[in-house]
Each structure stands twice: as structure tokens, then as C-alpha cells.
């Protein structure tokens, strides 16, 4: 989404010109994982080859035909063993989601709606992105054994159409595909996510479906009970529904054969090191993060988690691993897999004010802590980084972020807290040395990448 056509295009890949391959959202990297071809081998999700995607023959042969179960509720058990957790950010236990949806239908007798997420409105973030270029229908398939588990008649899919890789142009085709096999036993629906931070939180993404804007809207209802005008709804990430379809036909005990204990499976990570050039990776669960971080110098600082996740040293963070039990104990998350390393000649405190002030601008200022507190923070931030900062505005900026966290009807004022925290204690030298009047960085070139153009009116989200 925020990269140049062709940008990322790994040299040597198998495109095929002029039929809209040849400018694949990013770089898919296998390197440094285990072989091919046995019971752990990843990659799982994304084509072995790494680029080309998987049009519905090779799908099929690869994965087999959808293992529908023919009952409702089924599949929920198998997810449940599993230990699937939503790879869309708060890692929220599968099956949890999907037997509220049926409790909820049923005791509503109101068929469900379904939906992938796939808006990935996360900068930093392109793993979504590149799930659904490469392989679009392992999400499809998840979208349709979800709809088939809670007894839903619509499912959507509800994506950032970039339209310079034409992503959008790759799911009509993928749907196409499989309307004529009749594949599919739910229509599926194609929606445009607006190219905001917002869209992608479920109760926003709701809200933009109804016809409204897409911003969040106040719980309850949750939207497992009363979403999409009014039905029970299911919000999965996209690369979620992939293993679903995975699970569904492999089984739970060859979905734990990597991961940890705690944390199953594997998942997409984006990673984006010295050239700024983003890379997704599929890992296991628990993997040292030294290994995917490898050539970080022990005196840069890495962003785990995105822009709602954590700073750490880089010489912590080598010493954990990719999975909630080990980042905790340094108040990190793994959130959506996202590993930022800003190169030595870049000022990540500066970076760092420039993200707040977007987040800030980003949020729907519809709750007190968004509209008070986000635009005091991002401008505190601003004054820590231009090394005008007052006495007490350290002080100020964790005052605030204390009073926004948990005071939102989403999440966002919670994880851009995080951010800011995470940030201040990691660049404590790089803020001293701001307020003597010294920058250790060198190059003015942007690397957290932020989209153009904030929102600035309502009508910006609609
Ligand atoms: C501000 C904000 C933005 C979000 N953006 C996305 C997004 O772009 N894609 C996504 O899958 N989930 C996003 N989420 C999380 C969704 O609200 C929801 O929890 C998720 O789609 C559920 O899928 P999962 O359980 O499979 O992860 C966002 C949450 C917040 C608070
Ligand atoms: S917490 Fe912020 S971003 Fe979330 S709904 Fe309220 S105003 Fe909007």
C-alpha cells in the first residue's frame, strides 16, 4: 500500500507479465526456515515458491477441496484443540468468537455474517496484504468453513483495494474462480476498506459496511450478538481464516506440530530492517526473535508489535522470543507480527513523534481520551523530540497516557499509550541528548512509514 509499484519485487521471482502479477504487494521471504515438505515445514500459508500466486488449480492441488463438515459447529472443536488465536492483533481465542456468533444465532434465530478482515490499516503492516495477493484462496476457504461452523448466509471480504497492485483486481478473479466451480456454498461479497487506521477495528469496519462511517461505535452490543444491521456477526483477520482452512484439513494436533505449548501454530510476521524494504515471513510461534532480527546492531532499538506495540532495546529484544508469554515480561505483544529495526542514522524519537501525531490525527475523536489526551501526547512528543521540552512534560505525557488507557471505545487510545510509554524509556539517552541539542541521527529520510493524507473531517472515513 505505501510502497511504489514493483518496489519490493525480489529479483529472479516467477511473474507473469501482463496478467497483473508482476507487481506483487512485497516480498514474501522463506529464508531461514526449516525445509520443505514435511508435517512442520513452513511455509503453511503462503505459496511454497514465495511469489507466485495461487491461482484455484494449484490451490486445490496443493490443499485439497474445502473439508466441509455439513454441520453447523463442527469445526469449532477442532479450533478450540488447536489453540487458534486471531492473528489480527489481540490474539483472541478462535473458537470463542465463532461459538458466540452461533450461541448468539441461535437464541436469535438470526442467520450470521461472516467477514475477513483484510484491511490491514496498520502502516507498518503488509503481511495481509501479501496473504491475499499470493494466496487468496486459503482465506476464502477459512471465510467459507467459518460461515459453515456458525450458519452464516453473507460473507464479505472486507479489504484495502490498492489499487496500484490491483489486490482488488486479484480477489474478483480468485471469487470468480471459484463461482465457476462452485466452490463456494455463501456468496461472497468484496468491500472496500477506506484507507484509514480506523477501518480495520470490527466495530468501525460494522459501521462502514452498514453505509455508515468507519469509525468505532460503543459496546455492547458486541457484534457477536447484534452486528451487521443487526445480525450476529464474525469479524476474523484474514490471515486468521488461512489456518482456519488449514486446521480444518489437517487437524489441531498437525497445526500445534509448531509453536509453543502455549501459543500454537505459526504466523505472518512483516519485517522491515536497514532498507526500509518490508518482508513477510512466516515463523512458528516462540521463534528466538534474534533469528529474524539478526543483523541488528545491540545499540538500535526495535518496535515489536507496530504502532500500538512496544519499543525495546535491541539487546532485550534478542533475548525473547515471538510469542506473548516471552514479550510480556518486557511489556511487549506480538500484535499483527510486525519487527521494526530503524537503521544507526535515523532519529527514532523523531520517527516516533511524527507516528503519535498521525495516530492522533487518525483517531475518530469521538471519546475524551482521543480528542483530549492522543493531541496533548503527540504534541508533548513533538516538543521531547524538537528538545524544547519543559520541565514537566515527561511528567504530563505519562499523566495522559495513564488517563486514556482503557477510557476508549477502542483500543486505540490504549496501544498509541503503549507506544509513547514504550518509546520514552527506550529513548531515554536519545531525549537527553535532544534537550542538549543533539540528534544521533543523520539522514532526515523517513523509515516508519506513514500513508499520506489524514483524516481530517468525518466525511474522510465514510
Ligand atoms: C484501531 C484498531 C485498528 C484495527 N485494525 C485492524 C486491521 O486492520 N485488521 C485486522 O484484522 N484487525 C484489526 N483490528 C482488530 C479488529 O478490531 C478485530 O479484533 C480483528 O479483526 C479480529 O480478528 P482476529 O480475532 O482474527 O484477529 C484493529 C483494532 C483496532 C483497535
Ligand atoms: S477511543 Fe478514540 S479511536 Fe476509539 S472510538 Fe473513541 S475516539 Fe475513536
Not at 463456494?184 to 466495530?203: I, K, N, Y
Not at 490471515?239 to 488449514?246: D, F, G
Not at 512458528?284 to 526495535?302: E, H, T
Request: hydrophobic letters at 40%; glycine letters at 10%.
Amino acid at each position: 500500500r505505501h510502497a511504489p509499484p514493483g518496489r519490493d519485487a525480489a529479483p529472479g521471482r516467477d511473474a507473469a507479465p501482463g496478467t497483473g502479477e508482476d507487481n506483487p504487494p512485497m516480498t514474501a521471504a522463506t529464508q531461514g526456515l526449516p525445509a520443505e515438505d514435511t508435517a512442520t515445514s513452513l511455509p503453511r500459508l503462503l505459496p511454497r515458491d514465495g511469489q507466485r500466486p495461487e491461482h484455484w488449480h494449484a490451490h486445490t492441488a496443493r490443499h485439497g477441496r474445502l473439508p466441509y463438515r455439513d454441520r453447523r459447529g463442527d469445526l469449532i472443536g477442532d479450533l478450540s484443540a488447536a489453540g487458534l488465536t486471531g492473528r489480527g492483533g489481540a490474539a483472541f481465542p478462535v473458537h470463542r468468537k465463532l461459538s458466540a456468533v452461533l450461541d448468539a444465532a441461535g437464541k436469535r434465530r438470526r442467520a450470521p455474517v461472516v467477514i475477513a478482515n483484510g484491511a490491514e490499516s496498520e502502516p507498518a503492516s503488509e503481511k495481509d496484504a501479501t496473504l491475499l495477493w499470493l494466496a487468496p484462496h486459503l482465506v476464502l476457504d477459512g471465510l467459507q468453513l467459518a460461515a459453515e461452523a456458525v450458519g452464516a448466509d453473507q460473507a464479505i471480504l472486507y479489504t484495502h483495494v490498492d489499487r496500484r497492485n490491483d489486490v482488488g483486481r486479484r480477489l474478483r478473479q480468485a471469487i470468480a474462480e471459484r463461482v465457476a466451480v462452485g466452490a463456494d456454498r455463501v456468496a461472497v461479497q468484496l468491500a472496500e476498506a477506506p484507507p484509514r487506521f480506523l477501518s480495520g477495528q470490527e466495530t468501525a469496519l460494522v459501521s462502514h459496511l452498514a453505509g455508515g462511517p468507519a469509525i468505532p461505535t460503543f459496546m455492547p452490543p458486541r457484534i457477536t450478538e447484534r452486528g451487521l444491521l443487526g445480525a450476529p456477526t464474525l469479524v476474523q483477520n484474514a490471515e486468521t481464516l488461512a489456518h482456519v482452512a488449514l486446521i480444518a484439513r489437517h487437524g489441531p494436533r498437525w497445526f500445534r506440530q509448531v509453536g509453543t505449548a502455549a501459543e500454537p501454530g505459526s504466523m505472518l510476521c512483516t519485517i522491515r530492517r536497514a532498507d526500509g524494504a518490508p518482508r513477510v515471513v512466516e515463523v512458528p510461534l516462540g521463534m528466538p526473535l534474534k533469528a529474524l532480527i539478526s543483523d541488528v546492531r545491540a545499540d538500535q532499538a526495535v518496535l515489536i508489535g507496530g504502532y500500538h506495540g512496544s519499543w525495546l532495546p535491541a539487546i532485550e529484544a534478542v533475548r525473547l522470543t515471538l510469542d506473548n508469554q516471552s514479550l510480556a515480561a518486557a511489556g511487549a505483544r506480538v500484535g499483527a507480527g510486525i519487527l521494526l529495526a530503524p537503521p544507526p542514522d535515523r532519529c527514532a524519537l523523531i520517527e516516533t513523534a511524527a507516528v503519535v501525531r498521525y495516530l492522533a490525527l487518525e483517531s475518530a475523536g469521538q471519546c475524551g481520551p482521543c480528542l483530549n489526551g492522543l493531541p496533548r501526547m503527540a504534541a508533548a512528543l513533538t516538543e521531547i523530540a524538537v528538545g524544547r521540552q519543559r520541565g514537566q512534560t515527561q511528567a504530563d505525557v505519562e499523566r495522559w497516557a495513564g488517563l486514556v488507557t482503557g477510557r476508549g471505545a477502542c483500543h486505540h487510545p490504549d496501544g498509541t499509550a503503549r507506544f509513547v510509554r514504550s518509546a520514552l524509556i527506550t529513548f531515554a539517552a536519545e531525549v537527553s541528548r535532544h534537550q542538549r541539542g543533539q540528534c544521533t541521527g543523520t539522514s532526515k529520510r523517513p523509515f516508519l512509514p506513514i500513508p499520506h493524507g489524514s483524516a481530517r473531517t468525518e466525511e474522510d472515513w465514510v
